[in-house]
T-cell receptor, first 114, second 119 residues
């Protein structure tokens, strides 16, 4: 399995501002994913980030709101832009192992927007 | 579209006893993967067990085992000899198999079951 770290672990942000979340993996991986977990809810995939290509967004998520970078095989960032209280969630990155049949998750970033 | 349903929002079990968490899914795919993830209060998602749909044999990992019924689209998790550290939210998840190079990797999660292990 991969060791995944995320920064920050939590943050409280003002409405209208942006926050960039970092995800670092201890080994090179092809596929990285960003999920959102709203309070008390399940996980929803935001986008898939493959190195060397544009991120692929799921229905309901757009690049202007959640821009993603994937500069190399061990790192990715997710930005939550122009935040509103509805963006208060836990944001998790994950990586695919092997052919991606198994995914391993980072510890998550708990975001609160006031 | 695939859906995953966990009909038990909360469950509890006494320490050392056995508990079974239910999961059903809906898909028209024939090749896919099913997973159980554990999310303790610390929120780190941990992969507990996985099952390939083409395998008839049920997966086991130490105290954790599954009952995979492909025709019924059912995928339950049995935890034997429950321990206090098993207290967590458990998510059932589905991933479609992609026959191209690699996998799309999209996990579809159920709503989760909160399990409380009591001393």
């Amino acid at each position: 399995s991969a060791v995944i770290s995320q920064k920050p672990s939590r943050d409280i942000c003002q409405r209208g501002t942006s926050l960039t979340i970092q995800c670092q993996v201890d080994s090179q991986v092809t596929m990285m994913f960003w999920y959102r977990q709203q309070p008390g809810q399940s996980l929803t995939l935001i986008a898939t980030a493959n190195q060397g290509s544009e991120a692929t967004y799921e229905s309901g998520f757009v690049i202007d709101k959640f821009p993603i970078s994937r500069p190399n095989l061990t790192f990715s960032t997710l930005t939550v832009s122009n935040m509103s209280p509805e963006d208060s969630s836990i944001y998790l990155c994950s990586v695919g192992a092997g052919y991606g049949y198994e995914q391993y998750f980072g510890p998550g970033t708990r975001l609160t927007v006031t | 579209a695939q859906t995953v349903t966990q009909s038990q929002p909360e469950m509890s079990v006494q320490e050392a006893e056995t508990v079974t968490l239910s999961c059903t899914y809906d898909t028209s795919e024939n090749n896919y993967y099913l997973f159980w993830y554990k999310q303790p209060p610390s929120r780190q998602m941990i992969l507990v067990i996985r099952q390939e749909a083409y395998k008839q044999q049920n997966a086991t990992e130490n105290r954790f085992s599954v009952n995979f019924q492909k025709a019924a689209k059912s995928f339950s998790l049995k935890i034997s000899d429950s321990q206090l550290g098993d207290t967590a939210m458990y998510f059932c998840a589905f991933m479609k198999h992609w026959s191209g190079s690699g996998n799309t990797g999209k996990l579809i999660f159920g709503q989760g079951t909160t399990l409380q292990v009591k001393p």
